[in-house]
């Protein structure tokens, strides 16, 4: 009789740790992988669509998920179909806000799914962001699709610097000075500076507008317009600290285009300067661009008017 005792209890111990079991259970977890639909052929759904793909085949997805960004290796079925490495995630409902495909140097993307309301949503069934449902008792398959990616276009798939990179900000600093006589003074100076004495040079009033492109045929996007004037009364004596960056996976090119305040208050264009991201411009004192608008003449010689902008 005792012996007919001991697996009853033991089915009925198993049988209540399964009651106290839930799928919801965050401490368990669950299997997903990413199928990504005509990999070799990276299909677009128009002919509309014609950037060139990079000739190399992906290694590793870049997914980010719920906030976390995971990198498993690439599979090929004997099928031809493509597949990431299983993940392990928790059971339940989860976003995936970013898919990329990298070459082997886990750096370099070669295809990517674009974003909802991008240029490029248009040639994808499913845009990112998108959400999937796991469950610890079945393996989850996300289906997936991408498109050839050119750093030229990353704004196409709704990316920002970020999305496709690392970047690194520097910093370049500017100053100036204006020089004129008493009848050369005007708006914004006067206001600015409150001026009674009219010294022979005043810190100049000027901004620093900013601007990129991807290289070899990217085209010109605005940045950042950085200046040491807001009118009408405004102003910082310190250098201006104009920004621009490097990028792990872009070549770049920055143009920096100085503006400053002539004696009627106009914006004025006096230089412009181009440079390589790879190779900066480097100011020859003290680290920082320093220029003169008009001749100073601390001799007594008076300067040569008018001043022409």
Same mark, same amino acid.
């Given at each position: 009789?005792?012996?007919?005792?001991?697996?009853?209890?033991?089915?009925?111990?198993?049988?209540?740790?399964?009651?106290?079991?839930?799928?919801?259970?965050?401490?368990?977890?669950?299997?997903?992988?990413?199928?990504?639909?005509?990999?070799?052929?990276?299909?677009?759904?128009?002919?509309?669509?014609?950037?060139?793909?990079?000739?190399?085949?992906?290694?590793?997805?870049?997914?980010?998920?719920?906030?976390?960004?995971?990198?498993?290796?690439?599979?090929?079925?004997?099928?031809?179909?493509?597949?990431?490495?299983?993940?392990?995630?928790?059971?339940?409902?989860?976003?995936?806000?970013?898919?990329?495909?990298?070459?082997?140097?886990?750096?370099?993307?070669?295809?990517?799914?674009?974003?909802?309301?991008?240029?490029?949503?248009?040639?994808?069934?499913?845009?990112?962001?998108?959400?999937?449902?796991?469950?610890?008792?079945?393996?989850?398959?996300?289906?997936?699709?991408?498109?050839?990616?050119?750093?030229?276009?990353?704004?196409?798939?709704?990316?920002?610097? +970020? %999305?496709?990179?690392?970047?690194? &900000?520097?910093?370049?600093? !500017?100053?100036? =000075?204006?020089?004129?006589?008493? @009848?050369?003074?005007?708006?914004?100076?006067?206001?600015?500076?409150?001026?009674?004495?009219?010294?022979?040079?005043?810190?100049?009033?000027?901004?620093?507008?900013?601007?990129?492109?991807?290289?070899?045929?990217?085209?010109?996007?605005?940045?950042?317009?950085?200046?040491?004037?807001?009118?009408?009364?405004?102003?910082?004596?310190?250098?201006?600290?104009?920004?621009?960056?490097?990028?792990?996976?872009?070549?770049?090119?920055?143009?920096?285009?100085?503006?400053?305040?002539? +004696? %009627?208050?106009?914006?004025?264009? &006096?230089?412009?300067?181009? !440079?390589?991201? =790879?190779?900066?411009?480097?100011? @020859?004192?003290?680290?920082?661009?320093?220029?003169?608008?008009?001749?100073?003449?601390?001799?007594?010689?008076?300067?040569?008017?008018?001043?022409?902008?």
């Amino acid at each position: 009789m005792l012996g007919l005792l001991i697996p009853m209890f033991a089915i009925f111990t198993v049988s209540c740790e399964k009651d106290d079991w839930s799928s919801d259970d965050q401490n368990f977890q669950a299997e997903v992988t990413f199928g990504i639909t005509n990999p070799l052929e990276y299909q677009a759904k128009s002919d509309d669509f014609d950037i060139e793909c990079i000739d190399e085949l992906p290694e590793y997805a870049r997914i980010t998920i719920d906030d976390e960004t995971y990198m498993p290796e690439l599979i090929w079925h004997d099928d031809g179909n493509l597949y990431t490495q299983v993940l392990k995630l928790a059971s339940g409902n989860h976003e995936v806000t970013s898919f990329e495909l990298l070459a082997a140097d886990g750096e370099t993307i070669i295809s990517a799914t674009p974003a909802e309301g991008s240029e490029f949503a248009i040639y994808v069934e499913q845009t990112v962001p998108f959400t999937f449902e796991t469950s610890v008792f079945d393996k989850t398959e996300v289906d997936v699709e991408v498109l050839c990616f050119n750093t030229a276009h990353f704004d196409d798939f709704g990316f920002n610097w +970020f %999305n496709i990179g690392q970047i690194e &900000v520097s910093e370049i600093p !500017f100053f100036g =000075d204006i020089c004129h006589q008493e @009848e050369a003074f005007g708006v914004p100076y006067l206001d600015v500076f409150d001026i009674e004495d009219y010294p022979i040079d005043v810190p100049a009033l000027f901004e620093v507008r900013t601007s990129v492109k991807i290289l070899p045929d990217g085209e010109w996007k605005d940045l950042k317009t950085f200046t040491n004037y807001t009118p009408p009364h405004t102003y910082s004596d310190k250098p201006v600290r104009v920004e621009w960056f490097t990028h792990s996976n872009l070549d770049l090119e920055f143009k920096f285009e100085l503006y400053v305040y002539n +004696f %009627n208050g106009e914006l004025v264009n &006096v230089w412009d300067y181009t !440079f390589n991201s =790879d190779d900066p411009l480097v100011p @020859e004192t003290d680290g920082v661009v320093d220029f003169v608008i008009g001749g100073c003449w601390y001799d007594g010689t008076p300067p040569q008017l008018p001043l022409t902008w």
